[in-house]
């Protein structure tokens, strides 16, 4: 049996999806000859730690009932930097400023001979380079599944399954919330003020929406794509960016009349990066509704993928997660 220790860093939707997923899939693991064992819990009040395993359903519950996982006032870095275990999962949240808390968590952790997980987009969309970097000057592992499409398995299919394959160019859909606002105000002819409401109403669109529905959250899911899959060391700041503020439920209506629909975009290939709305065919692969996600993939060998799912939610994306560790799990 391989034990392999790990940290949650930010136990909110998703750390509390990871925590649940391990729950639920211990024993099926643990038959696979690997026993996960969560040793440190951080949110942003204080941790549990606990180096022969947390009970994580009592985590769980203390999180829901008080708030807080704290038992004690060690910080995030405390924990990554002196708690023996094999891999950090960082997810803390967004920040596309100076990519903090989760930069210093990520850099601390491979200083400290830790393999990193996460599904924070931050650090990955300013630093990427230099976080890959840190990880292979330390001979440790760096796995982001999580921060791009949410449970859509796009780097793993990428590096693993289409090994050998060049990479074309990629495009899809890689914002929830816009493509559940572009989706409604096509099919209830409701302009955008309205839908933007519904989804705000719904959880679907935050309170300030506008790093969704300005493209800046699909044009850093892209850097990362674009560096991970074609080796470039972009920013979000070099994508040209375009939101959907502008589109009128009229624009939708004449798309739709003439078969097809409008979504926000996003293309990488030939050193091009752009996320912008477009018109795509009612009947073409991009053309998912709701709150879906979709990456389409253009290689030499295996002609067009496309894949589709869910692009965010606390399980769904604790499983892309959880397949990130099992990774390191096997191969570390
Ligand atoms: N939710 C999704 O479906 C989804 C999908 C894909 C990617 N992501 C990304 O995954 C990350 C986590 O998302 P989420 O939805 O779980 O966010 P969330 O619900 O806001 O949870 C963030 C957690 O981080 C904790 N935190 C904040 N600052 C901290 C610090 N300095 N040290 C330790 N913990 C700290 C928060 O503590 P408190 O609980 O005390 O506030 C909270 O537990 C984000 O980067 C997000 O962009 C989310």
Do not use: W
């Not at 606002?181 to 705000?200: D, F, G």
Request: hydrophobic share 40%; charged share 20%; proline share 3%.
């Amino acid at each position: 049996m391989k034990t392999v220790k790990l940290s949650i860093i930010g136990f909110g939707a998703v750390g509390q999806g990871v925590a649940r997923s391990i729950v639920l899939k211990k024993e099926a693991l643990k038959k696979q000859g690997i026993d996960l064992r969560v040793v440190g819990i951080a949110d942003s009040k204080g941790c549990e730690v606990n180096a022969n395993g947390i009970d994580l359903k009592s985590a769980l519950l203390r999180k829901k009932e008080n708030g807080c996982v704290a038992k004690g006032a060690e910080s995030a870095i405390d924990i990554i930097r002196e708690i023996e275990q094999d891999i950090i999962v960082e997810v803390t949240p967004t920040n596309i400023e100076n990519g903090e808390p989760g930069l210093s968590n990520m850099t601390a952790a491979f200083e400290s001979g830790r393999h990193v997980v996460t599904s924070n987009k931050g650090p990955l969309a300013l630093c990427f380079s230099d976080l890959k970097e840190c990880a292979e000057d330390n001979g440790l592992i760096f796995r982001y599944e999580a921060t791009v499409g949410g449970a859509i398995p796009i780097f793993n299919l990428v590096h693993e399954a289409l090994a050998g394959n060049t990479i074309i160019g990629i495009e899809g859909i890689l914002n929830g919330t816009t493509n559940y606002i572009l989706t409604r105000m096509a099919e209830e002819r409701l302009p955008y003020e309205h839908v933007l409401r519904e989804a705000q109403e719904l959880g679907i669109a935050e309170t300030d929406p506008t790093y969704d529905v300005e493209g800046i959250d699909s044009a850093c899911k892209l850097v990362i794509l674009a560096n991970s899959i074609f080796g470039q060391s972009a920013t979000y700041r070099d994508v040209d960016v375009t939101g959907i503020t502008k589109i009128t439920p009229e624009a939708l209506e004449l798309a739709g009349r003439n078969n097809y629909v409008v979504k926000l975009i996003c293309e990488a290939g030939n050193g091009v990066l752009t996320v912008a709305p477009h018109l795509v065919p009612r009947r073409h692969p991009l053309a998912v509704g709701g709150t879906l996600n979709v990456a389409s993939i253009l290689t030499d060998l295996a002609g067009r993928i496309t894949i589709s799912g869910k692009g965010a939610g606390s399980i769904e994306t604790a499983s892309s997660i959880l397949s990130d560790i099992l990774y390191i799990a096997r191969n570390s």
